[in-house]
């Protein structure tokens, strides 16, 4: 077993993710990077990056060691082919990274709007296929390594009170906010299981972040914070001493940014 840990980072052509994998690489890791589109443009972005190419060349360039792996959320064959490939590659995964999220219908509907279909799709792809890609993980580390797995929340699925809009006027969708707060419950229950074991995990709210994907969509956005922030707060995450104390719970990036990420930044 190799002495230079390795991470792997979902979602990671652009935004957060690749924000992340950069982060990870500079803090000494080898990063294994996924994305469904891993060598296609985004039709219509600005200034995104082509495909994980991107994020490769980044690390490279840096002195840094990266994969890049094809996964697609709905796919449960291609998630078991990046386990296998980085276990091949590099001999273990210290450190996962569930960022990816299934993009491939129009979330952002009302309740009523919601298909079966659809509804099944996302559950798919954000709650039962994550949660594969963490048991395959779990189930390479465990009796060899500590691992720690950070999962990116939201705080839409965080809150059950009634919120002040609905969907496409300001508030969010109830099919990606049950899918979150779905996904929410996987820290916590790994934390009960198995932290004896050396499997910590943590849930993680960037917050307002101002992805590619927000300015494309919507424009710049007063007040959101740089995909860095959450980038550094997940870093932090992995690999502080510290952080250890936080395993099994959910957290708000920016508060954890403010009082262990901030100096220096």
Known sequence: MSDKRVAVVTGARRGIGKATALAMAAAGFRVAV????????????????????????AITAAGGEALALPMDLLDRASIGR??????????????????AIYQ????????????????ER???????????LTQRVIGAALGR???????????????????????????TSFVYAASKAAFHKLAPMLHTELAHAGV???????????????????????????VEMPARVITWLAT????????????DAVTLYERHCSVGA
């Open 34 to 57: 996924t994305s469904s589109n891993p060598g296609l443009p985004v039709a219509g972005a600005k200034g995104t990056a082509a495909g994980l190419s991107s994020t490769v060349d």
């Open 104 to 119: 491939g219908d129009t979330l952002q509907c009302t309740v009523m709007d919601s298909a079966p279909d659809m509804l």
């Open 145 to 171: 390594h500590p691992l720690r797995v950070i999962n990116v929340g939201s705080a839409g699925g965080r809150f059950d009170d009634a919120q002040a809009h609905p969907v496409g006027q300001g508030g």
């Open 240 to 251: 502080a001493p510290e952080a250890l104390i936080l395993s099994g719970t959910y957290q």
């Open 122 to 132: 996302v559950f798919l792809g954000q709650v039962v296929n994550t949660t594969y």
């Open 82 to 99: 990046v386990v296998d490939a980085v276990i091949a590659q590099w001999g273990q995964i210290d450190v996962l990274v569930n960022n």
């Open 200 to 226: 910590h995990a943590f849930t993680m709210n960037p917050g307002l972040v101002q992805t590619e994907a927000l300015t494309q969509f919507v424009g710049t956005v007063p007040g959101a914070n740089p």
